[in-house]
């Protein structure tokens, strides 16, 4: 009886150790107890597994068989082949079923890279399992339990076998290589089966001898041997017998009996790779004056999927002259627990262990300091500064601060633009900030510029600014103040603005001062107020128009002369800042000789072309002040209707307002008088006359008559 059970001793740093090595021992009854205390041992040590990687199998990975010769037997259930197929001589009954193609003769290719994945798998430092046959269901690696291995490379000098019905798990994501110098052999209804994540592609068999695999006592659904057997001595693979792999034995024979082969389809082990950590650092601004105040902040970033935990605290020493602020204003983004420290005046900045930088993430430690004298700084931290569990940082990170002498301070200056509005009006608060030193001024704190009681800003605010930095302006409609917030920048030896546009509902004259130390820089705070007065007068009359139709009624096809008045009630003459246009209604167009003409002051032209719809007063003419002008132009219609004109209001655009009523006049069309002949007066006939005459006369002696009696 052999057993696969042995210590190796030696000396390691002036120590004797007793190692568990695996190989054959002949049993003896004068060595049972050491054989005891070995296997005790053993259990107790751990025999570390060598790392081994997947070879490269080409084109031999998409069969299940490759062979010189193959032979198979069919006794029900048949064989099965889930993969590619080839050889030089076939079985006299093949498999029942191949899923892949079946090639004859198996083309050198395969043979060429069969030879280069055995290569590389006997070119591999495996750890020794024993100098000769050993049985893989008694091997006991590190903790586990007997015929339970975790990934590596193993060999042994003679044949590895399991024993009959017993069973070996490969347990844990890796390659597994298994390198007997003999034989491999697994009995009868014997397992090899996966666990913990192992993958059959990842499972590699390389005798130095035949491979036999045992008979199972009934077809099994499930794999009883798993991994890719790679030997030219042969392969057997014995009845109901399911492999999850490949059987490559170019150069010799694969015999099957009624089995099943299956190319593995799960994903192959990938090694993970760890990306160590990163620091980098930077002063803003880089540039102080002695006194003054810079954030340090230093990022810390972690490319792994893996959270990256501090294992020991990141110190930053900084240089000689340079301290926490007073206010060190010490914060972190980083996750876990544990406060910074920062200590008011000290020279250092710490982030302790146990915080976390987030997985494929970034997270900043960030500290006020300052310094007293002028100079430059450079502060660095180290290579291995940052410790983690997953590595330390491989290069320094590195920042320079500048300090300078004091500057002279930065100055206000506001206006306002128009400095004289309507009620209601707009004008725009310029408020500008310069620097007249050598290194850019940043805000420290938010320009905040309160408007007198009675001006707010305007429904449109308008908001801009031509400072730099980032940092939106805060000014909203009706509000009573304007921000310009902490972080934006005043150019070195330069200026920048702040506008909005402001209102006020009441008359009045209204004083904004910036009031002294308002703006808040790194080189300093204004010395002196900034004023502005803005003068706020009654509205106004806005301009008016009027239009008319001279004559109010014509034939269709005859003109009427359209006069449109502007009026302008105001002491300050108003010039059209847009065209007036007048668009005629439909039907009415303007007559073949238009005879445009305008009384309005300045320069420009009425636009009115013949059979055109519309009359034009260009921008730029003027109204008089307290006075009116007039735009005239012909207009006809050939169609009889009544014909409504409107200027609507804001037609009139001007430099005194627009008018804010509409202008309307109607022309009337009518049809044309026809012409008639008189109706003749009824006559008598000249026989008729003679008896009318006849008959008066008779009537005239009579009554003469009547009158003598």
Known sequence: MNTQIATLTHFRHGARVTEVRYGIIRNRAGVLASLAFAALLSLAQSNVAVAATAPNLGTTAVNGIVSSTFTNSNIAPQSIINGDVCFTTGPVTPPLLTTGTTATPCPPAKGADQGLALADLNGQACISLGAGAITLDSVIIGPNPPGTIPPGCYSSGGAMNVTATTTVTLSGAGVYVFRPGGALTTGANSRVVLAGGACANDVFWAPGAAATLGANAALSATPTFVGNILTAAGISIGQFANLEGRALAFGGTVTTNAVT??????????????????????????????????????????????????????????????????????NTTCGGAGAVVAVAAASTVTLPAGRTIPANGTCTLTVDVTAALVGSYVNTLPIGALVTSNGNNLAPATATLTVIAPVVLPTLAKAFNPVTINVNGTSTLTVT???????????????????????????????????????????????????????????????????????????????????????????????????????????????????????GTINA????????????????????????????????????????????????APIATAGGANVTLPAGRSIPANGNCTLSVDVTSALVGSYLNTLAVGALVTSNGNNPAPANATLIVIAPAIATRPTPVPTLSEWAMIMLVGLLAIAGFAAIRKQEN
């Open 261 to 330: 082969i299956t190319v593995p389809t799960c994903a192959p082990f990938v090694v993970p790779v760890v990306v160590n950590p990163t620091l980098a650092k930077a002063f803003s601004p880089i540039t102080i004056n002695t006194g003054g105040t810079s954030t340090l902040t230093v990022t810390l970033s972690n490319a792994n999927a893996a959270v990256a935990t501090l294992t020991g605290p990141l110190v930053d020493t900084l240089p000689g002259g340079v301290v926490v602020a007073n206010t060190p204003n010490a």
């Open 433 to 551: 900030l310069g620097n007249p030193n050598a290194a850019v001024a940043t805000l420290t704190a938010p320009l905040v510029d309160t408007l007198p009681g009675g001006v707010v800003v305007a429904n449109t605010p308008n908001a801009n600014t031509t400072c730099g930095g980032v940092g939106a302006i805060v000014a909203v409609a009706a509000a009573s103040s304007v921000t310009l917030p902490a972080g934006r920048t005043i150019p070195a030896n330069g200026t920048c603005t702040l506008t909005v546009d402001v209102t006020s509902a009441l008359v009045g004259s209204y004083v904004n001062t910036l009031p002294i130390g308002a703006l808040v820089t790194s080189n300093g705070n204004n010395p002196a107020p900034a004023n502005a007065t803005l003068t706020v007068i009654a509205p106004v009359v806005l301009p008016t128009l009027v239009k008319a139709f001279n004559p």
């Open 557 to 604: 096809g005859d003109t009427s002369r359209l006069t449109v008045t502007l009026g302008n009630p105001n002491a300050t003459v108003a010039t059209l800042t847009a065209s007036l246009v007048d668009t005629l209604p439909v039907g009415v167009v303007i007559a073949t000789v238009p005879n445009a003409s305008t009384t309005c002051g300045g320069a420009g």
